[in-house]
Structures are given as C-alpha cells and as structure tokens.
C-alpha cells in the first residue's frame, strides 16, 4: 500500500472542502433528531458525489436518500465506511493470499488468476452498516451517528468464495474463515479482521467481488476486491482484501470477539455459533427494514391530486413479501404495490398513491414483512452498539 497517496488523496478533500465550504442540507429530514440535521454537511471525497459527512478521518460518509431512487445506487454514490486509513491498492502488485491452519500449501491469486481459474457469478444484494441509523437512538449510543444512508444496493460480481477456499483445499476441521483488508493502520486501534463460520463462507451466494454495478470497485468500497456476504450486515464485507484464512478454531481478533455484538437472543439465533458466549453473539443478518424515499418527509403534497409514495424495503435474504402504509398514524393500513423481485438479498421497490381529500398534515407510516413472517419493530429494540434499527418510520405530509 502507498501512503502518500492516501495522504494526497486526504489533502485533496480537505481542500475541496475548503473551496467548496460543507453546505448544510437544504431540508432537514422531518424525522431526524434535531442534532443529526443540524451537524449534517454535503462533502465530496474524490471520485465520489457530495455524501453526508460523518467523520473525516476515517472516512465515514453517508449515501443521501435522494440517491435510494434509483434501483442500483450508483457506485460514485455509494456510503463509505473505514475503521483505519484507506489504502490504495495497485492492481499490478495485489495479490489475494489464502493460508490458514485449516487450509491445504497457501496460494495467491491476483485479479487474472481469479477470473481465469473460477467461474464468475454476481448477486444483487444490500450492503447495509450494522449501524445504520443509529443516530436515531434515544438515548443516545456512542459510534458514527448514521441517519437512513448507511446502505446502498448493487449487484457485485465476482468469484465465489468457496471456489477460492476449495481451490486452496479446506481441511476437516475449519471452523472459520477470517479476511483482512489492507488497511493503512492508525496509531493506535487493532487491525480490521472479520471471520465468517464456514457455512456462510461457502455459501454459493458469498463472493470475493471485483464489480460493482458492472464497474471495478470504487477505491472507497474495497478495490480491488472485496467480501460480499449477502443477507449480512456489512462489517463482514471486508474491503481492500489481502489475506484470507481458513482457522480450525473460533477468530478471537477485537472485531470479532469485542465489537459488533448484540445481547445473546435479542435478535434472535445469531447462526454465527462459534462465536456465541453467554452473554452475547455476533451481530449477523440484516433485520426487515423499509424507507420513504420520496416525498420526503415534511414535503407539500398538493389537495385532490395523486400523491405517488415511492419506497424500498428490504431483509437478510428471505425477500419482501408485503408492504403496508398507514396515512392517519396506524389507524388503518393498506398494501403498497411492489415493484419488480431484484432478488431476495436485494431491496424491493414499491409505490403507494394517495390523495389527499382536505387541507393539513398527514401522519404517515409504513411496515414492511419479509416472506420468513418477520415484521419491523414498533418500539426501539435498544442494545449497547445501536444496530439493528428497524423501527416502522412515521413521517409527515403536508396537504394545501
Ligand atoms: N478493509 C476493511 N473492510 C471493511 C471495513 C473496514 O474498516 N476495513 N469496514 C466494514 C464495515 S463496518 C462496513 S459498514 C462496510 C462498508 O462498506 P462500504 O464502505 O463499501 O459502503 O465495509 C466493511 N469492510
Ligand atoms: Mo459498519
């Protein structure tokens, strides 16, 4: 990795900032807390449009809802999340080195050796930050103060993962399989290393991806490659990849055995065993979510005319099965139609009209199910980190 460029890269921004001073958001979401608004700045990392800036260093930049019209959000668009320095990877030195004491003599593959030695295959999928929206949390819980745009969806391509693994030979008694990134480290703070159990690592669907979008990745999100672990949260999607390791034995690296854990059964099995304590288990798949994109909450909707309500939802992978928007604060509900099946560890679109018959505000809510009968929370499910919140969003509208 080459630091200079990184701190070109850091010093380009921040005069790019100067130039262009963080504008705050011209309309403040009607459902953020007052102090994630009002702290909300527009910056454009290079390569990247304006995202909403959360910290600098790392770079922590949230995707603007505005940007979740589209089906596949635009890689120039897509958050960014880093624990530690961003490192630019040439793609003539990289090589994706596999080696463990579960794994058979380690191999390294570069880019070509990848796509020449297995067979590609993509998956359309939601990459969603454990801690998206935890920003919203009452009372507050420490960490990156995300609002709704720490999530995006693409279709990432690739190779599968479990090619790679088989290819280099897994022994009888792998248990897991940890990934690091190439990561500029800090001062102080331990190496980004995350472990997958080997079911989920050989999942058909789980990928070493070279593409997002059709394109090579973003430097931002993880080129020259990266984990894709559809239906996960994506603190398993290492970005940047460097090593990966088959382990006869459980992963006990800080981000694994200290961070992004949920309270043992709050969220239900974790499927992730040999990390399970007493106490708590790894955070894992993404629970059933959806979001108003347009109008945007607070917005003039127009008296006797059609409103058309356009949203996404989405789960770990079980796929949407019903949408339903309340337009009088929970009193009654009704279906939204959903768009086109991208796939069940992709969002789903979907659209509801309405018409507003008088003057005044409109209280609205929606709740998405998923087709395994989970439902979104009614109330915060509070845990120490902030994940997991998926609570039915309630907006406003007001008709004139
Ligand atoms: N190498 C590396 N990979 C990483 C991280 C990191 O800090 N370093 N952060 C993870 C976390 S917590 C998230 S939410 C996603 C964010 O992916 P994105 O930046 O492509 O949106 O990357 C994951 N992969
Ligand atoms: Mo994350």
């Known amino acids: 990795m080459d630091r200079r460029r990184f701190v070109l890269d850091a010093s380009a921004s921040l005069a790019f900032g100067l130039l262009l001073p963080g504008r705050a958001l011209a309309a403040p979401r009607a459902d953020l807390p007052a102090g994630a608004v009002a702290s909300a700045v527009l910056d454009a990392l290079p390569g990247k449009q304006p995202l909403i ?61 990848l796509r020449r030695r297995f067979e590609r295959h993509e998956v359309t ?129 800080f981000w694994m055995k200290t961070a992004y854990r949920v309270p043992r059964g709050l969220f239900g099995e974790s499927g992730f065993a040999s990390q399970d304590t007493d106490k708590n288990s790894p955070i894992t798949s993404i629970r059933v979510n959806s979001l108003v994109v347009d109008p945007a909450p607070g917005a003039a909707i127009p008296v006797g005319r059609r409103t058309e309500l356009f949203g996404i939802a989405w789960d770990g992978g079980s796929g949407i099965r019903h949408i339903e928007v309340s337009t009088d604060d ?24 309405m018409r507003p018959d008088r003057a005044g505000e409109y209280p609205i809510a929606v709740r998405a199910r998923a087709a395994d009968g989970s439902t979104q929370a009614e109330a915060l499910v ?19």
């Open 382 to 400: 509070h845990n120490p980190a902030g994940y997991h919140h998926n609570v039915v969003q309630r907006i406003r509208y007001v008709a004139s």
């Open 125 to 253: 999928a939601v990459n969603q930050c454990s801690g998206n929206r935890r920003g919203l949390f009452h009372p507050h819980v420490p960490g990156v103060q995300w609002g709704y745009g720490a999530m995006g969806n693409a279709t990432w391509s690739g190779v599968r993962l479990k090619d790679v693994l088989e290819h280099t030979g897994i022994a009888p008694g792998a248990v897991e399989v940890a990934a690091d990134g190439g990561d500029v480290p800090f001062l102080t703070g331990p190496d980004f290393v995350k472990s997958l159990p080997l079911w989920k690592a050989i999942d058909p669907d789980t990928l070493v991806a070279l593409e997002m979008n059709g394109e090579p990745l973003p430097r931002w999100n993880g080129f020259p490659a990266r984990l894709v672990v559809p239906g996960w949260t994506a603190t398993y999607w290492v970005k940047a990849l460097t090593t990966i390791s088959l382990l006869d034995r459980p992963f006990d690296g």
């Open 330 to 353: 929970g009193a009654s509900w009704q279906p939204a139609a959903l768009d086109r099946d991208l796939g069940r560890y992709a969002w789903r679109q979907w659209r509801f009209a």
């Open 53 to 113: 800036k959360r910290t600098f260093r790392p770079p922590n930049y949230e995707t603007p809802v505005e940007f979740f019209r589209h089906a596949h959000t635009p890689a120039d668009a897509f958050y960014v999340r880093w624990h530690a320095g961003v490192p630019d990877l040439a793609l003539a030195d990289w090589r994706l080195r596999v080696d463990g004491p579960a794994a058979g003599t380690p191999r390294e593959y570069g880019v070509a050796d």
